[in-house]
């Protein structure tokens, strides 16, 4: 039996670099899709619970276990939204 060789098209694809920001902060990746929990971990904002994560375009909420498509120059913010220790 003989396997089809990937194309370029997707193997170029596969090891794109996209550039995305969370709260104006520039992150990368080379997956296409990530979680809500994942973009709010590798942005830094722990644990990802005390964050509720927003496309900016169209503001919709995204869950924390939501696949999210990440396309280059998307822009997300995440706001704390975690209990806040009182004096």
Do not use: C, W
């Amino acid at each position: 039996m003989n396997s089809v060789p990937a194309s370029s098209t997707e193997t170029d694809h596969a090891k794109k670099t996209i550039r995305y920001e969370v709260n104006g902060e520039p992150q990368v990746t080379q997956e296409h899709k990530l979680t809500g929990r994942q973009i709010l971990d590798r942005a830094g904002f722990t644990p990802a619970e005390d964050y509720l994560l927003t496309r900016n375009e169209g503001n919709k909420p995204i869950g924390l276990d939501e696949d999210v498509p990440i396309h280059e120059g998307e822009t997300f913010t995440a706001t704390f939204r975690g209990p806040t220790p009182t004096s």
